[in-house]
């Protein structure tokens, strides 16, 4: 018997070094991730995520960002994303970005961007994922 997705629960710390870690397509995540690196989502996540590096997320998020490095968006988010560094947003947000580097918004972004230029911020009030 094959098994396609994994499954985490719980609190998942992820030590890394230059890129990496990454949660593949179809894998699925329940909790906390921490981690010291840069970090890939292809798969999805429903908790707190938090990177002292970049982040790159091409899959699904429900919950928490938090990034001292930038943030690229190419998947799906709702909740809350905070970071240091820039958030380049090409997929879908709903939610509340709180940056302090640019917003770059090519994707759909329904919320408030803080931080960013009075033209790349739009301004929501999202349901609980604060």
């Known amino acids: ?8 629960a719980g609190l998942l710390f992820l030590s890394v070094s230059t890129v990496n870690a990454e949660l593949r397509r179809g894998g699925s ?3 906390d991730v921490e981690s ?3 970090v890939r989502i292809n798969g999805s996540i429903q908790g707190r995520f938090e990177s ?26 709702v909740g809350k994303v905070e970071s ?7 997929g879908s947000l709903r939610g509340k970005i709180e940056d302090n580097g640019d917003v770059r918004e090519n994707g759909s972004l ?5 931080g960013a230029t009075k033209e790349q ?3 929501i009030f999202f349901f609980g994922f604060f």
Do not use: P, T, Y
């Open 52 to 77: 002292n590096g970049d982040i790159r997320v091409n899959g699904s998020i429900q919950g928490r960002i938090e990034a001292d490095g930038g943030i690229r968006k190419n998947g799906s988010l």
């Open 1 to 8: 018997m094959k098994i396609a997705q994994f499954i985490f």
């Open 110 to 114: 329904i919320g408030s961007a803080s």
């Open 84 to 90: 240091n560094g820039d958030v380049r947003i090409d």
């Open 121 to 123: 911020a739009a301004v």
């Open 36 to 38: 010291n690196g840069d």
């Open 29 to 31: 995540l329940f909790g």
